[in-house]
């Protein structure tokens, strides 16, 4: 039987808003349907219009205020209405923890279908703003063929050429006005996705919270930089005290990927220098470090607290970047192993456990799903594992390879609810047995082991979940999480 859809595109509709999805849209029902409404909190009534209707839910937008939430402010950003990046900004700040504490809770018991876990009240910023270590802009070609630097609008790859935002530190406005100013001068094309002509593509910007200094990558769209463009931008940045370093990174494939994999430093420094803590950290172009270094710290002490260690344990980071984490450990730990997919990483984190004096952390180059099994059947143990995996999560054969070489703890270092619950669930072992894709369950006890190995599959209690504000303003959130064998 066809459903019917109580509302039509352009209707006007009164409703009340009942939650907030992870985007930072507020959701409500009309008559029992679905609608997404940015900028609409949850507990305000609103007169919302109808922007899209499908299936089983549909987008509208906020017409009229009608009962406004006390949890509403003022967006106080420069780029506030045109950009969609801080989902987050029109509530208060304080307002937005318990938002992602919930978020997080939600996914737990949704996805991962985990009851009774008490989620800790996420850790926030005393001042939420100018947080950033790190910005990407696009460079495209306007439509009177000047240059635009800028960020995305919403939904579109329109650039929005606005103030410098809350998020970020106001020199990145004079470093964009400099490389505007050089591409004129010089007659730098700008890229352009229709064609895949023109030749600058993106800015990076790092800066050095230590140095007080930025470091730049200028994205192009060759494989070689000619000598003229070369000059052009030795020339316009050799005098400035700001800026320790240029980069050039090739990227000439046609996808929306920021960076290419080679880049070459053509000016200073090719490395930004920051620290965390007390250790002091290298980071090349192409190399991950977390974008809020304040909050940074918070989370890796969080791990660091929940790992326990006594100075006895052997301890491995998967997903371990520049070897931040790693140091962390190291110097509580008896030994630390890093594994990290990107090679110039790797790199930078054995010069970083060289700096810091640290020398009982190894490190090896490659997929975790791939190395660490293979570490493991080479005989590899660990009391304690640490894992940090970008936003989709582990592997199974990273959760497998865990359950079986069972470590008493397991710290999982999250920046998406979503696959940290899904992921957990499998750690708790409690699905059926059909679910699973080799293993099954065996004994009467509920026991599992591998089918690939025949190995015994710890299973592991969920004790501890705390987020951190990493991404504040945002609808993103951190989450640090306290496995224990059970
Ligand atoms: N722990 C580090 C990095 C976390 S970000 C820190 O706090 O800075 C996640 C890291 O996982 C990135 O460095 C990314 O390059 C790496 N990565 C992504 N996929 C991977 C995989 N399959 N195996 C190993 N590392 C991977």
């Known amino acids: 039987m066809k459903k019917i859809i109580p509302v039509m595109k352009n209707q006007d509709i009164i409703m009340t808003i009942q939650d907030i999805s992870a985007e930072g849209e507020g959701i409500g029902k009309y008559e029992g349907y679905t609608l ?15 922007l899209k209707v499908k299936g089983n839910f549909g987008y509208a937008k906020v017409e009229e205020l009608l009962e406004p939430s006390a949890a509403r402010q003022e967006a106080d950003c420069p780029a506030g209405p045109l950009c ?15 938002i992602k504490q919930k978020q997080i809770q939600d996914c737990l018991e949704r996805i991962g279908g985990l009851t009774g876990i008490e989620v800790m009240p996420v850790l926030g910023m005393a001042i939420p703003m100018h947080y950033r270590n790190k910005v ?43 490389i505007r100013q050089m591409m004129a001068k010089h007659n730098i094309t700008a890229y352009q996705e229709e064609t895949g002509r023109g030749l600058f593509r993106h800015c990076v910007i790092r800066k050095s919270a230590l140095h007080k200094n930025f470091h730049l990558t200028l994205v ?16 316009t940045f050799a005098g400035d005290p700001q800026i320790s370093g240029v980069s050039i990174n090739f990227h000439t494939e046609k996808n929306n990927v920021i960076m290419g994999r080679q880049t070459e430093c053509i000016l200073g420094e090719q490395y930004v220098e920051d620290y965390i803590g007390k250790y002091k950290f290298l980071i090349s172009p192409n190399s991950f470090f977390q974008i809020n ?10 791990a660091l607290e929940y790992a326990s260690l006594t100075g006895r344990e052997r301890v491995f980071d998967l997903y371990c970047g520049i070897g931040t984490i790693s140091l962390f450990l190291a110097e509580k730990a008896k030994e630390v192993i890093g594994v990290e997919i990107v090679p110039e990483a790797i790199a930078d ?17 490659g997929k975790a799903e791939e190395v660490f099994p293979k570490l493991y059947a080479e005989g ?29 703890r397991v710290v999982y270092v999250s920046c998406n609810p979503a696959t940290l619950a899904r992921d957990l669930k499998l750690f708790v072992g409690e699905e059926k047995e059909e679910e699973r894709e080799g293993s099954v369950l065996t004994g009467s ?14 299973r592991y209690q969920v004790m501890k979940v705390q987020g951190v504000d990493m991404f504040a303003r945002g609808g993103h959130v951190e989450t640090v999480c306290l496995l224990v064998k059970v």
């Open 136 to 178: 990407q802009y696009p460079i495209r070609q306007g439509k009177n063929g000047a240059a635009q630097i800028g960020f995305f609008a919403p939904n579109s790859h329109r650039i929005i050429e606005a103030p410098t935002c809350c998020q970020q530190d106001p020199h990145t406005d004079l470093i964009l006005q400099t």
């Open 84 to 98: 969609g990046g801080c989902t987050l900004q029109h509530i208060k700040y304080e307002e937005t923890l318990k």
């Open 36 to 50: 997404f409404v940015p900028k609409a909190l949850p507990g305000e009534t609103i007169k919302a219009r109808v």
């Open 445 to 458: 006890q509920g026991q599992e082991s591998s089918l690939a190995t025949g190995k015994k599959l710890a």
């Open 349 to 365: 984190a054995r010069e970083n456990a060289k700096r810091n004096g640290i020398e009982n952390a190894e490190f090896y180059v």
């Open 293 to 302: 270094s304040a909050m940074t710290e918070v989370l890796y002490q969080k």
């Open 220 to 235: 192009i769209n060759a494989k070689s930089i000619s000598p003229n463009i070369k000059n052009a931008i030795i020339e």
């Open 380 to 408: 590899r143990g660990a009391d304690v594992i640490v894992v940090d995996p970008p936003r989709k999560g582990l592997e199974p054969a990273v959760i497998e390879t865990i359950r079986q070489m069972q470590p008493e």
